[in-house]
């Protein structure tokens, strides 16, 4: 065999030390300089379960789970040998003229968790999820819109941009798919675009990953009944929040007889190695898609179900099954937020704890003192999401803590750690995070000298 030459490892100890120049000069060039200007650009060496490592040994917590598709943490044992175990048995993957077990066994064990579900397409991402789940609902009901909501979050391909609650991802991008935002828990709102009778579904996420913002109690029922007078598709989004994120194995499962005509997942299901995607549904629908012979590649995806993807999968959930993944992320995810409950009245600068499991949502707010008005009104005026910024610099830079604040202009930090996080990860964070919101309430030092950078860097970009 020819290529003999290539030295993975002598590559990256050659050159791995170019990384940020070769990200500026070939990839997007304002990430270096995004990470520069917050001083995030580190070099991570080393990563294993909830932690990574610079190249001085210093040990990092993450809380950001590569947005969320460390599920598992970096490195499982089981999903790695998963996945040395496909590539050591020579599999005949991808002759597309044949049909692998790995595939079937993967949609059987997903399926699994939701009953009411019946079949699989398997893609490669979040986005190509919701894409397949646009395209099925339109094609199964013969309409061309779907509902969303303000501030969704779907991804960014055509179609799942045509669903973006933010203008800032869509701006420049027109003409997308005909589509309609509604308020999130806004039931006369979705009533009254159904009875246009154009709709053919209605997509969101349980818990939108923007702000962490659950849906009201009793929205998604309320939402289902509607769509099924008029006869419009409820597609549930569980790409981060699915795999038991927020202490159920679907966040939708949180509220009794949903039941999602649809539901997409990607991110965690294989274990953060290998891109995938999911969407899965119900039978009428997928027949009425692929109604006949002629229409068999009618949707398809030249790597869907590649056989890493498929074992690393497999691998996935029987790590899920076996170790009660979904129970331990609700008991940390219930501690950490009960903690960082405790808090809210100590601390002026900050205002709620809210989400599920562990997809936590810290929101900062205006201060009630006179001292701190002043600070966090310039703040403000320069940018809205500056003081969740100034947070999150200190968690890493003096804590080694990795977070990120939920969405622009937000001033909201979401915590969405590996599900694999224990007690003493908890206590780290919320003793960094308690040091962290002393210093700002103390009004002075380097937390505010870094938000006064933050102003003129926010001003000069205006
Ligand atoms: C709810 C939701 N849907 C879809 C996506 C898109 O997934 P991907 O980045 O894999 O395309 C994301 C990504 O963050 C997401 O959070």
Not at 102 to 128: K, Q, W, Y
């Amino acid at each position: 065999m020819t290529g003999g030459g290539f030295d993975l490892r002598a590559l990256l100890a050659e050159r791995g030390g170019e990384r940020y120049e070769l990200h500026s000069r070939y990839l997007n060039p304002q990430l270096p300089r995004v990470l520069r200007t917050i001083g995030f650009d580190k070099v991570y060496e080393r990563a294993e379960g909830a932690h990574f490592w610079d190249a001085d040994g210093n040990d990092h917590l993450d809380m950001l789970a590569g947005f969320g598709v460390m599920g598992l943490g970096r490195h499982h044992p089981v999903v790695r040998k998963a996945l040395h175990d496909v590539l050591d048995a020579d599999l005949a993957d991808l002759t597309r003229f044949d049909c692998p077990p790995l595939p079937g066994l993967l949609a059987e064990r997903l399926l699994a968790h939701s009953p009411h579900l019946d079949r699989v397409f398997f893609g490669n991402s979040g986005t190509e999820a919701v894409e397949t789940a646009l395209k099925f609902a339109r094609y199964a009901t013969g309409r061309p819109r779907i509902v969303y909501c303000d501030h969704a979050f779907h991804g960014l391909t055509t179609g799942s941009l045509s669903v973006n609650g933010e203008r800032g991802f869509r701006d420049g991008f027109a003409p997308l798919l005909p589509d309609t935002a509604i308020a999130l828990g806004d039931l006369d709102a979705l009533e009254r675009e159904l009875r246009k009778g154009d709709v053919a579904g209605f997509v969101v996420e349980p818990i939108q990953g923007k702000g962490v913002h659950e849906a009201p109690p009793g929205f998604l029922r309320g939402a289902q009944e509607l769509l099924r007078r008029h006869g419009a598709l409820l597609i549930a989004d569980e790409v981060q929040t699915g795999l038991g994120r927020t202490g159920d194995f679907y966040a939708y499962q949180h509220e009794e007889g949903v039941e999602p005509d649809l539901v997409c997942v990607a991110k965690a299901l294989s274990g953060g190695y290998v891109p995938v995607g999911a969407t899965l549904g119900k039978d009428w629908i997928f027949k009425k898609v692929y109604s006949s012979m002629d229409r068999v590649l009618v949707h398809s995806a030249s790597f869907g179900s590649n056989a890493q993807a498929m074992a690393a999968g497999l691998a996935v959930l029987s790590v899920m099954e076996e170790e009660g993944t979904v129970a331990r992320a609700r008991r940390i995810g219930d501690l950490l937020s009960g903690r960082l409950k405790e808090l809210v009245p100590r601390y002026e600068l900050l205002h709620e704890i809210r989400g599920r499991g562990l997809m936590i949502g810290i929101e900062f707010g205006r201060p009630s003192s006179l001292g701190l008005r002043g600070r966090w009104t310039m703040l403000q005026a320069a940018r809205k999401g500056l003081f969740a910024q100034m947070v999150v610099v200190p968690l890493l830079q003096r804590h080694r803590i990795l977070t990120q604040v939920s969405g622009d202009h937000l001033e909201v930090i979401k915590l969405i750690p590996p599900l694999v996080v224990d007690e003493a990860d908890v206590d780290r964070f919320v003793t960094a995070f308690t040091a962290v919101m002393d210093e700002a309430h103390g009004g002075g030092g380097l937390m505010w000298d870094f938000g006064k950078t933050l102003v003129r860097q926010a001003v000069a970009q205006r």
